[in-house]
């Protein structure tokens, strides 16, 4: 079994959670810009003693293009060689520098920095799924709680599965409304969540048992060190 998980720029890790994981998304969130993601991208991996971060770009959330230049600046000289790239939060207004991933992950990828993609198991067939992979290294599932769904995507080792932390419904709820989008909807439509949902969070071990793939990336919302000891 191979894990990833995330946080937030501001928010710090245990020695336990780095140690037990292979990657450590830094997230992109309207409230922040690159240039605090960088910085904590690098933090991490001073932490760690190795590459570990990986930040997230999230396209329509860079506020001009020296945003980005001083960010592929930064990562340059601190070796950071991966991000992920995604869309970004619905765009405030039609004059963002960049509206897609594909835009900001060129520019990434002109520079040698490697890039990564969001991959939506509702909504993506999987004719889409390997072309947007022909582009990127990898990609992360957004969180979804179907096991079919999930197992429908192409089987390749170059996908990670989004799986919450062992966290409650609320918890997942108010961390997807921070990221200042609607993707609580994907997850919570056909309530299959519910399924998995118990008196102590969610049942992580019980939902990754219906699933073919063994790369999962944790979606920290919480009890992040007991999810990571669950699933050892």
């Known amino acids: 079994m191979n894990l990833s998980t995330e946080k937030t720029p501001q928010q710090k890790l245990s020695n336990f959670s780095i140690e037990n994981v292979s990657a450590v998304n830094i997230t992109h969130l309207l409230i922040n810009n690159l240039k605090e993601v960088a910085q904590a991208s690098d933090e991490l991996n001073q932490q760690a003693g190795c590459n570990k971060a990986i930040p997230h770009v999230a396209a329509r959330n860079i506020r001009n293009e020296y945003e980005l230049e001083n960010f592929v600046k930064f990562c340059i000289s601190k070796k950071i060689d991966k991000a992920l790239v995604i869309g970004g939060s619905i765009p405030r207004n039609g004059s963002n520098i960049f509206q897609n991933d594909i835009d900001v992950a060129t520019i990434l990828k002109n ?14 067939t999987e004719l889409e799924i390997k072309t947007k992979l022909e582009i990127f290294n990898n990609g992360i599932t957004q969180l979804c709680m179907d096991p079919n769904t999930i197992n429908n995507l192409p089987f390749l ?9 062992m966290c409650s419904v609320q918890g997942i709820y108010k961390y997807l409304k921070l990221c200042g989008n609607e993707s609580y909807k994907y997850i919570f439509k056909n309530w299959k969540a519910l399924n998995y949902l118990s008196s102590d969070g969610f049942m992580v071990e019980e939902f990754i048992k219906k699933l073919k793939f063994t790369n999962y990336h944790i979606y920290n919302f919480g009890k992040l060190e007991k999810t990571i000891h669950k699933l050892l």
């Open 157 to 165: 080792d170059t996908i990670r599965i989004g799986i919450p932390s």
């Open 111 to 124: 520079a040698n920095i490697g890039v990564d993609c969001g991959i939506y198991p509702q909504n993506e």
